[in-house]
């Protein structure tokens, strides 16, 4: 998996197909979907035409999907695998990932509420028993590795204890101010990787761009807070995805060089502590609303 992932959490289809477009022409060989963002169609015609116009194989690049929490009955995985396959145009997946570890009522009403507008969860299906049918999808040439995402390590251990087919990644919100150290320590030791998802912190202002260690750090090595943040992300060992949604901040994005080792300690004990995105508490999907 290349380590700099573009992510296309993009509400705007117009957007989607355009940033995408952008990201691969800039350099970015990974990339991010899910059913829920509802744009696999764009983002597959997108990779398509930019495949053909620069010469790049397929193999060349790296197409991860979600499965969402009303498909997580085993009987639904498959078909929701395929229907994925199918709006992106693909023969194969590199990588399909549980969403969140949330079932809800199963059916294609993938915000299922009851009267009171409170999300209607499943019982009657567990994470493991959703697991397996992820590991049946292994084998037959049409996906390449499962994983887990807005996951603890408390939901990971025992999944990763009772798989067949132990998890090749974990997707997580990460940055300096969540660096989920312990979940990072884990993967590290069992060999899966762990991709953080709001390097930049979504980019949401006041917020991790305008710290004033990042700057600081940005201003000394002549790189922006973007760029800084990116790199931290890599050279402590993690994958990452990131959304740039121009051409000019597809090239900032994937144009990162390592930084200092003094930098990365003093990124290491910025001491605020915020995670931007409740889905991993609720499995409803949504960055924590706040100034921006
Ligand atoms: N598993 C999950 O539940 C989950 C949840 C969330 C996200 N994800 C995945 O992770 C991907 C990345 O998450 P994210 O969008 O939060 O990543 P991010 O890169 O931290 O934040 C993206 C935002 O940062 C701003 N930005 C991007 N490049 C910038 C730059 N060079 N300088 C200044 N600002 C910049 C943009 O905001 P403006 O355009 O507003 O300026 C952009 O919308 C998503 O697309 C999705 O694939 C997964």
Redesign the pocket.
Known sequence: MPAL??????SDLTLTRTATRDALDAGFRHF???ER?RNEREVGEALQAGLAANAIARENIFVTT?LWNSNHRPERVEPAFEASLDRLKLKYLDLY?I??PYAFQPGDEQDPRDQNGNVIYDKGVTLVDTWRAMENLVGHGKCRAIGL??ISLGELLPIYESARIKPAVV???S?PYLPETELLEFCKEKGIVFLA???????MRPGL?EDPVIVAIATRVGK????VLLAWAVQRGTAL?????TAA?AR??FNISPLPKEALEEINRIQTRQR??S?VTTGI?G?IPQG?
Not at 197 to 203: D, Q
Not at 224 to 227: E, H
Not at 241 to 245: D, F, G, K, M, S
């Open positions: 992932g573009f992510g296309t959490l993009i991010d979907c899910a963002y979600k990932l969403h969140t995402s807005d997707q997580v919100e940055h998802f709001a390097p930049l912190g979504h980019g761009l922006t807070p973007a760029q995805l990131t959304t740039p949604r901040r900032e994005n931007l995105n889905v999907p960055f921006r």
